[in-house]
């Protein structure tokens, strides 16, 4: 399902507000439904990088970015992932046809996360999950007090570096991509349509059988549900079915197809509508999956 730094969302260790954490999980990745991202987060098996020789002892993370702080993270980050260890991996995934398109976006999460984490640590943040949920934080506040060319930069940045990295690790040439940007009437009729299908009570009965079958009997494994979601809403929803949904919103079959949809919804990953339709639907979802506000009590 969805997405880059812009679209990750912290996932706190404190749970005095779960229903704000499913929701930063939903904003972003999945991107949008765009889905795409917000697994990236939460069920990545990509370790963060840890890089203790910028680390300095007690001394506090950024309080606030600026313009020009947000410019130079898109732009090293975007270095890493063009010409440094990031876009090595990237390659490394795109060779690794024979694996399953979760894995393989789990992957590319790690990498793009990974290559992020480094630059947010040269400015004081926590090379971590946590450090690049504050920087998310951040960021949304700098785009509220923003003038219109600034958010329209940092905003086009951020969806075309997003994009580069999904063409690379999917080895999809530009090519193969329509031309033409999706009208934002068309994104909202199809995140409404992958909506309504994640939501669909045969998918959401899927979800919480193959999570209740995951859960260890001492506790639940969080990041095994996460991947169980994920494979679900790309192979039942996405994927599934006859015609599959993706070739029902005008796109190719397979995986290419569902690239393909999720590099044209980046366009319009930052509206509120299609946001409201995904993050609707998440919560059903999650809460089929026994997690999140609602979610039904464990057997006794």
């Known amino acids: 399902l969805f997405g880059p730094a812009s679209h990750i969302a912290s996932c706190p260790d ?9 929701r930063d999980n939903v904003a972003w990745k999945a991107s949008i439904s765009s889905s795409s991202r917000w697994m990236s987060s939460s069920g990545t098996k990509n370790d963060m990088v840890n890089i203790s020789g910028m680390s300095l002892p007690n001394h506090p993370p950024p309080t606030f970015l600026d313009e020009e702080m947000a410019v130079g993270v898109q732009n090293a980050t975007q270095l890493f992932l063009n010409h440094g260890l ?25 990498a793009f996360l990974g290559s992020q984490a480094h630059v947010l640590a040269g400015l004081g943040y926590e090379a971590s999950e946590q450090g690049i949920g504050m ?10 007090s923003a003038d219109p060319a600034t958010q329209e ?18 080895d999809v040439p530009r090519t193969h991509v329509p031309t033409d940007e999706l009208s934002i009437v068309d994104a909202r009729n199809i995140t409404h349509k992958v909506s309504q ?14 999570c209740q079958e995951a859960k260890p009997a001492d506790g639940d494994d969080i990041q ?9 809403l790309v192979n ?20 290419t197809g569902y690239i393909c949809m999720q590099y044209l919804l980046a366009e319009h990953q930052a509206d509120p509508l299609v ?8 919560m059903k979802v999650f809460q089929s999956a026994g997690i999140g506000p609602g979610a039904p009590p464990p057997p006794s």
């Open 14 to 22: 404190d749970d005095d507000d779960d229903e704000r954490r499913i």
């Open 86 to 110: 990031g876009k090595r991996k990237l390659e490394l995934i795109a060779k690794e046809k024979e694996r399953s398109l979760v894995d393989r976006w789990q992957e590319m999460m790690g």
């Open 135 to 144: 920087y998310n934080q951040h960021l949304s506040l700098l785009m509220q």
């Open 153 to 170: 930069k940092l905003r086009i940045k951020g969806r075309d570096t997003w994009r580069q990295v999904l063409l690379a690790s999917f």
């Open 197 to 210: 299908k994640m939501q669909a009570p045969e998918i959401l009965d899927i979800i919480a059988k193959r």
């Open 224 to 232: 095994a549900v996460h991947m169980i979601v994920q494979d679900c």
């Open 236 to 255: 039942d929803v996405y994927l599934g079915g006859d015609p599959s949904l993706v070739v029902e919103c005008g796109f190719p079959e397979g995986e």
């Open 275 to 282: 946001a409201q339709y995904i993050g609707s639907a998440l």
